[in-house]
């Protein structure tokens, strides 16, 4: 039984193609929302590489999704995806930047830099990631808490408890670097 | 500056300048490409297996998925060969990607490393011996037990389970290194692997455990009762844990939330076997009483129970329920058993000589096939005989 020859023909006769029109509405989202979601992803996982590849993966999760995905609620969608999809590499991207970070404090810092200029960006990398999701939100994007919870598919109880976690962390991390 | 602004100064700087590169919808599309074939392989072996073959027979709809056409065929399974194995084969898995089969052997404590491609044993595995045991009430054999075995195909990587041991075996080089884990009683009861998160799943006594596969533990839960098999839902990243003499328990497989339970409670056992049909996201497990349960994976309400079935291998693989048991008429032989999923009466049934007297292996006695597993890109199904030492190779 050749199995692999099977596959191939499988795929010639268009038994596993995927349903075309939910291709190019996908493409269509990914060419207009590719650059806000980067910039969303850049702020889980503090590397372009690694916001690009969660994108690509997030949009790929997309398509095989069950749920009804209408134009107006994609934003919000893709970007909670973007958070359940990344949530099992943000440990191991945390550490690494955790690593970057104590190596920038031990080396001498970069004259281009502005002094205190990355500290806020490093605070913002300590907080857990559902937490700095909702610093972009709310910072970036400008979002309101009812916006924040519906985008993250959580309470807006949850999202006013997080917020205000977040925000005592960046004070106490601030606070303790300028004094 | 307040820390608000300071902030919003911080995010616009960082965010101003984005990558030069432009992201490319050619690798998204090729990998939605991917997915499909990935999760419907046997979909298409079928139908090519069924137009090679020029299957008659009234063609039945397998694995309908909406952005799919229907897959229609029926399935034959055929025992294609036999492989001897060190000491009393009990546990196998499969590397799909590399196509190895790891097959865990009590007694001697090795696991045996077939070439999927030519059905030879190519390396054997030895583990360490078990510590010494004073305490009751188990017998020394109890704890040279290997029960169960997974491997982690992206990474390449397998784990064994003893009784309440686990080691880690890079599979790349075949290097064995014991995970140091802070287990105080109770038996290692269910691997599993979400092959999607690249996370591995095991349970002893009351916790259940999530770890990555260099062994770094994500979470560890207490699920309140002994849980005494698990499975995995990879597309809902779901984790199934069986109570002993109790419900069916769903975590979510990323946080180890707990996202409910059944309301019935199930007679359970050790190992008990368990799999999960992902495209309908039902859960299938044994009974000691000689039942297999199929419950709802969504809502863990309870869909159907097949009698008269006692099973000591459960697998859900090449789109169909597979079943390993024994003839209950003198143990004389292993049976293997498809059901179509979704369906209840049993496909195909086939008869494996599994039975021998093999006294110096007081481990394992008996016609029992108690492990099995499928690899779909090569549609060749794979179990354990304890009873005659072997791996048995079947094709459908």
Redesign the interface.
Known sequence: MQVDSSLRRGIAIGLMEPAQPRLNELAEWFESQYASLVRFGFVLTADWATAEDLVQETFVRLYGSRTQIRREGFPAYARRTMVNVGRTRFRRIEREHAAARAQRREHAPDPSERPGQDEVWDAICALPPQQRAIVALRFYEDMSEVDIARTLGLSQGTIKKQASRAMEKLRGILGREES | MR??D??????????ST??A?????D???Q???R???R???F???A???A??GGALATPRILNWS????P?TAPFAVALASKISIEGVPTALAINERTNRVYVASSGRRVVTVIDGTTDQVIATINLPEPKPRTEPPFESQAYSLLGEIVAMHADNVVFVAGFDDIYRINAADNTVRPLNLDIIGGQLAGLAVDQD???FYFTWGRDIVAM?SDG?V?WRVDSGTRAVGLAVDE?LHRVFALAERGPLIALDG??GREVGSSKRDYDAHPLVPMGVDEKRHRVYFGEISDRIHVVDGSTLGHIETIEDIHANGLHIGLGILLVSSDTREGFSEGVLSGYELGQRRPAQRLALPSRAERSGDAVVAGSGLPALASNP???KIYLVSPGTGEVFVV?V
């Open positions: 820390l608000e300071r902030i919003k100064t911080a995010l616009e700087r960082k965010l984005p990558p590169t432009r992201g490319s919808w690798r998204v599309e990998g939605i490409r997915r499909i074939r999760r419907t392989a979909t298409g072996a139908v090519a297996i137009v090679a909406p952005d799919l056409r897959a998160l690249g996370i990555e770094t994500l597309v990323i946080t890109n090569t549609g094709t």
